[in-house]
Every structure is written in C-alpha cells, then in structure tokens.
C-alpha cells in the first residue's frame, strides 16, 4: 500500500515537499516514481529513484527544480518541489515497481505496478 502526503496550495515561487509512505518490510527492493495528472490531461513521469536511490531520472519540466529521494529505513519516498510554477498544479501519484535486480529508475507508466491515490497540488499565479 502506497499512501501520499504533503500536498496543497502553494504560490508560484514556492515550495512543497510530498512524501509516499510504503507498507511492508521489503521496499529497498522496489523501484519507486512520482506521476502527476492535471485535468484534463494524461497522467505524465516527473520523477523516479532506483530501489537504493544512487540512480534517479526526471522529466524534463521538473529538472532542476524537484528532487526525488527516499529513506529505505523509513520505507518512505519523498518529492521535494521549488520554484513551483501554475503548470505544476496536478493530481500527483506516487507508484512503485518490484525490483531486486536493477538499478534502473523506471520512467513509464507501465513500468509500475503499484500506485497510491494521490495528493493534489494547486500552485497559485
């Protein structure tokens, strides 16, 4: 079970962190990734971290601006956002992908198998 928190209304400038609180006693062999969906739009990749958090990926929009990291003792993945911007306003879903294997940070939806039910962002111009 993956449960979100942190998110909010913020202005244009400012930060929020968001953190996705993961069930069970085996997350450092799961791959995690935080999704975002606006209305009316696709859910879309912003961020993802490998299963012991040396190798990260991030979509282009967010880079330089978000940082994903996790704590595998607290079985917590975590989203730090600055410099938020209005077009950051969005549904954002954290997901996770069985991985004892890799160290890759999975980029696709379908990559995932797991997803909690989001925590929604707004960003105020």
């Known amino acids: 079970q993956l449960v979100e928190s942190g998110g909010g209304l913020v202005q244009a400038g400012g930060s929020l962190r968001l953190s996705c609180a993961a069930s069970?006693?085996?997350?450092?062999?799961?791959?995690m990734g935080w999704f975002r969906q606006a209305p009316g739009k696709e859910r879309e990749f912003v961020a993802a971290i490998c299963r012991d958090g040396r190798h990260t990926n991030y979509a282009d929009s967010v880079k330089g601006r978000f940082t994903i990291s996790r704590d595998n003792a607290k079985n917590t993945v975590y989203l730090q956002m600055n410099s938020l911007k209005a077009e950051d306003t969005a549904v954002y879903y954290c997901?996770?992908?069985?991985?004892?294997?890799?160290?890759?940070?999975?980029?696709?939806?379908?990559?995932?198998?797991?997803w909690g039910q989001g925590t929604q962002v707004t960003v105020s111009s």
């Open positions: 997901a996770a992908r069985q991985d004892f294997v890799s160290d890759y940070a999975f980029l696709r939806l379908t990559d995932y198998h797991y």
């Open positions: 069970g006693r085996t997350f450092s062999g799961y791959a």
